[in-house]
């Protein structure tokens, strides 16, 4: 069974780090598979976040540039975000995604709030 475990929200006061973690099953972890991170605020559509390729690039949106660092390790099997400077309109589900042979799988998502 294919699953995308992701850790690290909670509630954060703006100028703050979290580190987001999605640990993904190893039959899809492949060094193939392209990897991301989306958000969904409420009353708004998901966006993308960040994603990293199967060849190592990363794109950023340019509202998080500078502040987020999309990552993977391949032997824990595990995508990373890790967030700074946090601002209020970052707050949102997180969720991770994967995209492999074709087929997308995502997490349940991960709550991060950014207030004071």
């Known amino acids: 069974q294919v699953q995308l475990v992701e850790s690290g929200g909670g509630w954060v006061q703006p100028g703050g780090s979290l580190r987001l973690s999605c640990v993904v099953s190893e039959s899809i972890f492949s060094r193939h598979a392209s990897m991301g991170w989306y958000r969904q605020a409420p009353g708004k559509e998901r966006e993308t976040v960040a994603s990293?390729?199967?060849?190592?690039?990363?794109v950023y949106r340019d509202s998080v540039k500078g502040r987020f660092t999309i990552s993977r390790d391949h032997l824990a099997k595990t995508v990373y975000l890790q967030m700074n400077s946090l601002k209020p309109d970052d707050t949102g589900v997180y969720y991770c995604n994967v995209q492999y042979l074709g087929t997308v799988y995502w997490g349940q998502g991960t709550q991060v709030t950014v207030g004071s």
């Open positions: 990293i390729t199967s060849g190592g690039g990363t």
